[in-house]
């Protein structure tokens, strides 16, 4: 099974006088789960909505 990944933000480190960034990752569960939590506030029509589910695989 693969797994994928996005980067989103960024982790700084210090080492020294230099400051260092580095990626942090993110489960793509995580992002679907944003998605829909951020979709929920949008006014959409009952069939948009429904093929946005299918597409997520939400019911």
């Known amino acids: ?8 933000g960024r982790k700084a ?3 020294g ?4 960034t580095e990626p942090t990752i993110r489960d793509p ?3 679907r789960r944003d998605c829909a939590r951020k ?6 029509s009952d069939h948009f909505q429904a ?6 695989g939400k019911d």
């Open 29 to 31: 569960d995580q992002i």
């Open 51 to 56: 093929l946005l589910g299918y597409l997520l």
């Open 1 to 8: 099974m693969v797994v994928q990944s996005v980067l989103v």
């Open 13 to 15: 480190h210090s080492r």
């Open 17 to 20: 006088s230099e400051s260092i």
């Open 39 to 44: 979709l929920r506030a949008v006014q959409i």
